[in-house]
Nanobody, 127 residues
Framework: QVRLVESGGGLVQAGGSLRLSCAAS???????????MGWYRQAPGKQREVVAT???????NYADSVQGRFTISRDSAKNTVYLQMNSLKPEDTAVYYC??????????????????WGQGTQVTVSS
């Protein structure tokens, strides 16, 4: 129903910066709205963990490990969420996934909820 496409990952030295982007688009239905968008990450051998989230009301939350270094922002007009990552550390190395939830309205005006994940983008921080 809603497709998420991430971009912006790559290789950076410790102390450097990267900016991730995630754009949402409708694949079926008539229109959609997003309640919350966020970024998660999964390092090798570890569980996926939340990095930062942002609601449609503007509330943001961050994992303690990235507080003060990462900033999440949304462009509602473009249905896009960004993650500005500064002062990167080797332990930030992971595959970063975009997540969004909200609603989709069909051409018959039926409304359903959705939850979608992006395909992931690799972030590697070298020491």
């Amino acid at each position: 129903q809603v497709r998420l496409v991430e971009s912006g990952g790559g290789l950076v030295q410790a102390g450097g910066s990267l900016r991730l982007s995630c754009a949402a688009s409708l694949t079926s239905g008539n229109m959609f709205g997003i309640n919350r968008m966020g970024w998660y990450r999964q390092a090798p051998g570890k569980q996926r963990e939340v990095v930062a989230t942002a609601t449609s009301a503007g509330t943001t939350n961050y994992a303690d490990s990235v507080q003060g270094r990462f900033t999440i922002s949304r462009d509602s007009a473009k249905n896009t969420v960004y993650l500005q990552m500064n002062s990167l550390k080797p332990e930030d190395t992971a595959v970063y996934y975009c997540n969004a939830d909200g609603w989709v309205r069909s051409t018959t005006f039926a409304t359903t909820s959705f939850g979608s994940w992006g395909q992931g983008t690799q972030v590697t921080v070298s020491s």
